[in-house]
């Protein structure tokens, strides 16, 4: 067994054992929102949002983007479960900004072995093959945080499953202070009708 895998399993054991009244919880989300955010591992949705279990949908990926499957969860969050509210919610030093979509796919093309980063940019360092599916994907790589937490938000107000009656916050979270620092234009495209 890995180090990891141990840790996480034994870690499990320790919150199962004193899981009590949360085996109650509704499927529904409590506070009836919910948060379309990053997967980096500096952010922890329930400590800078104040949440409990139950209490919000958390939706992640690489930056936080607003890709066919986030709005597909979105769309069942409200429509199935009752969400009036969301969040879109990037952040400050995300890595998504580090490559652009034609870095990422010439280096899967090489080798599909972890790659590196130093001044001069990123490298592979592992061995081939590597497989030119990478081309079909939209890696939705940006260049600035809050530009993108615009265009998101703009995504899922347009987008035709989407309510109006659903107000729609953009905001980035500064990995440094742990706040969420509010993008206007993001928030007033988001506003509800």
Request: contains cysteine; proline residues 4%; glycine residues 8%.
């Amino acid at each position: 067994m890995s180090k990891v895998l141990d840790e996480v399993l034994n870690a499990n054991a320790e919150y199962a054992g004193s899981f009590g009244e949360k085996g109650k919880l509704a499927i529904p989300p409590a506070r009836h929102f919910a948060i379309l955010t990053c997967m980096d591992a500096r952010l922890d949705p329930a400590q800078y949002a104040g949440l409990a279990e139950g209490d919000a949908h958390v939706i992640r990926n690489a930056g936080g983007r607003a890709s066919d499957d986030a709005i597909r969860s979105l769309v069942i969050s409200y429509k199935l479960l009752g969400t009036h509210e969301w969040f879109v919610i990037h952040h400050t030093n995300c890595g998504m900004a580090l490559f652009t979509d034609d870095i990422i796919r010439d280096l899967l093309y090489k080798s599909l072995e972890t790659a590196t980063v130093d001044a001069n940019g990123w490298h592979d360092v592992g061995k081939g093959p590597g497989s030119s599916e990478g081309e079909f994907i939209d890696w939705l790589t940006f260049k600035n945080e809050t530009d993108s937490v615009t265009e998101d938000v703009r995504r899922i107000r347009n987008h035709p499953l989407v309510p109006r009656s659903i107000p729609i916050y953009g905001y980035v979270y500064d990995v440094k202070t742990g706040k969420l620092i509010e993008a206007p234009e993001a928030t007033r495209v988001g506003r509800a009708a």
